[in-house]
């Protein structure tokens, strides 16, 4: 899909189901390769990062079949330890199959991984971890080789929670030699998630969610059917999504213990929440309050991943606010594309200033990465006239239907 015309100043009123998780999902498939049988994933999202992590286990030699939202794999059959350019540059979370080929299979080859163009998004705490663990690991030509006659359990420290790490480690540890113990680890809920998946499989792991995690090797996993929880992020952005537009929209399915973060900033804006076990409804002010200053940090704090579509809604807010991004160095790509529809921002290294303005005018933008292009739709749903998002491709890898949802709230969108 090319371009996405939204038709904006329409509020937005209804009802979503919230997909499953992309974050939880592609490590979780990248554990499934540590089990030599079946894993089954319910509720696994159809979205392009999905479909890319399924070619990855089928070159591995893995069968994999779809049933509706449910993904089977076989893992019994890997030959092929080598991961093709193919699909690990469009993909951060290829380098998490380090983790689990050097468990399964004892080596692998990755070339650098790629991903949302979104930072210098280094992966040498990856790497330095998993050769603790007796990886070697070298790089030629753009290309990671790896192998360990055997892999065992060590104590590493984390300077920084990364969360890519953290599943690297983890998924290194399931099936190593003696403990592996992690300090400082990250805390997020797809760390949890990847936990839960394994635990059911037979792992020995402790602590998850916690700032240390422990890890005992076992010898072997079994075959399990997990449920996949709901994306936090993509309930995140729909809200944003009522927040630019106006209106009122109920999301069910939605991980509600995992978003206090969003709430509070929501509520500071302006909105009324009504939270129930699983369902959030939302009354989004006519314009929403500025906020004196938002940093995005580790969870439980306010998410990176929903920095820029809280940017979105910032442009047309009373008042001037400030966000502080302390994750990525580049993820403000969005903002000459918000100043083309009269957005006022300004930008010095990590911090943005934001001069809100009564609406915001519809143009032609282009999305350069996942959440930024989804953060134009979001701009778009409350700007006057038509924004027509080019390369709407990016939206695609985390998305599953962010065009129907919308729709299905009120909001006029074409796609060609
Ligand atoms: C990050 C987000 C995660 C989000 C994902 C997708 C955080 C803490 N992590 O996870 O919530 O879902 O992006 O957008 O919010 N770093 C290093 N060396 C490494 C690895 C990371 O210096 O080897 C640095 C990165 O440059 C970055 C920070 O650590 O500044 C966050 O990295 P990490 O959590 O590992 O990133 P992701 O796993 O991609």
Request: contains cysteine.
């Given at each position: 899909m090319g371009d996405i015309t939204v038709r904006g100043g329409i509020p937005l009123h209804g009802k979503l189901y919230v997909q499953g998780s992309k974050n939880a999902a592609l490590p979780i498939l990248a554990a499934a390769i540590l089990h030599d049988g079946i894993s089954v994933i319910h509720n696994c999202p159809h979205i392009l990062d999905v479909e890319n992590t399924v070619q990855i286990l089928l070159e591995m030699g893995c069968s994999v079949e779809w049933h509706g939202s449910s993904l089977k794999i076989f893992a019994g059959t890997i030959q092929n330890t080598e991961i093709s350019s193919e699909y690990a540059a469009q993909m951060r979370s290829s380098v998490i199959f380090l983790g689990s080929l050097l468990g399964r299979m004892g080596n692998a080859a990755l070339p650098l991984p790629g991903g949302c163009t979104i930072g210098k998004r280094p992966i040498d705490l990856h790497l330095d971890s998993l050769k603790r663990m007796g990886a070697r690991i070298e790089e030629e030509k753009e290309i990671l080789f790896a192998e360990a006659q055997n892999i065992h359990g060590a104590d590493i420290r984390l300077r920084f929670p990364s969360v890519g790490t953290t599943e690297n480690i983890i998924l290194a540890a399931v099936l190593a030699e003696g403990t592996t113990r992690i300090f400082n680890a990250a805390k997020e809920p797809e760390i949890i998630e990847l936990c839960r998946f394994l635990k059911e499989k037979g792992a020995d792991i402790r602590g998850e969610g916690t700032a240390c995690i422990v890890i005992e090797g076992v010898k072997k996993l079994k075959d399990s059917e997990f449920v996949l929880m709901s994306d936090r992020i993509v309930a995140g952005t729909y809200l944003m999504a009522c927040m630019s537009a106006g209106g009122m929209i109920s999301l069910e399915r939605a991980p509600v213990c995992q978003m206090a973060a969003q709430f509070k900033i929501l509520e500071s804006m302006g909105a009324q929440l009504q939270i129930e076990k699983d369902k959030i409804v939302m009354s989004a002010p006519e314009r929403p309050r500025a906020l004196r200053a938002v940093a995005t940090q580790p969870y439980p704090g306010f998410p990176t991943d929903l920095q820029s579509q809280l940017l979105a809604v910032l442009c047309r807010a009373r008042g001037k606010s400030r966000i502080i991004e302390n994750i990525f160095e580049d993820r403000y790509q969005i903002v000459p594309q918000l100043k083309k529809m009269g957005a006022q921002i300004d930008t010095a290294g990590q911090e943005a200033w934001i001069t809100g303005t009564q609406c915001l005018h519809g143009t032609e933008v282009r999305a350069c990465e996942l959440r930024g292009g989804?953060?134009?739709?979001?701009?778009?749903?409350?700007?006057?006239?038509?924004?027509?998002?080019?390369?709407?491709?990016?939206?695609?890898?985390?998305?599953?239907?962010?065009?129907?949802?919308?729709?299905?709230?009120?909001?006029?969108?074409?796609?060609?």
């Open positions: 989804a953060a134009l739709m979001i701009a778009g749903v409350g700007a006057a006239g038509k924004t027509t998002v080019k390369d709407s491709h990016f939206i695609f890898r985390g998305y599953e239907d962010i065009c129907g949802d919308l729709r299905n709230l009120g909001a006029v969108i074409e796609t060609n």
